[in-house]
């Protein structure tokens, strides 16, 4: 117990350095390629991303979509890329070769549709080496560039104000 407090403390110190460490370069190049992330204990509906990615004119191959969880469900194995507590290790390292490789493909954009603050779901936005970063948590403004704010159950208008905003950025 105590191991897990120092190992917490330790990833939120590493969490702050790359946030503090952080530079934001958003050019108007056009979107071919799109990260999501999601909290699968808020969200269970991924197929309304695939629709999302369609909408925005990222092919089928140029999506990811991950998924994190805080416990290890069986019911959860229906899920392709689906990661816990355990694939993470002290100062931010990453013990999953899946998940390293997602952080570090170089995404146009990277979606984080999570409201619940984790940990694990902070340093997998921070760590990623994507352009731009668009979220509707609205704890941390230093992980996202854009933050959209609505609920999760609120997906059409979350798709509509995405739609929106990048298109007057000149990405879509």
């Known amino acids: 117990m105590i191991l897990k407090a120092f190992k917490e403390k330790s990833n939120k110190k590493y969490l702050n350095k790359l946030l503090s460490e952080r530079q934001v370069n958003v050019t108007d190049k056009k979107i071919s390629s799109l990260g999501i992330v999601i909290n699968i204990n808020e969200i269970q509906d991924f197929e ?25 469900k069986d019911d959860l194995n229906s899920w392709d890329n689906c990661y816990y507590p355990k694939d993470f290790g002290w100062k931010g390292d990453i013990k999953n070769i899946e998940l390293q490789s997602f952080l570090n493909t170089k995404f146009d954009v990277l979606v984080n549709y999570y409201e619940k603050e984790v940990l694990e779901l902070k340093l997998i936005t921070a760590l990623s080496k994507s352009e731009l970063k668009i979220g509707i948590s609205k704890s941390d403004e230093r992980l996202n560039d854009l933050i959209i704010k609505t609920n999760l159950k609120e997906f059409d208008v979350f798709k509509k104000e995405l739609f929106k905003y990048l298109t007057i950025l000149n990405k879509i």
């Open 48 to 72: 309304r991303f695939n629709v999302l990615a369609e909408s925005i004119k990222v092919r089928p191959n140029k999506l990811k979509i991950i998924a994190f969880s805080e416990s290890k």
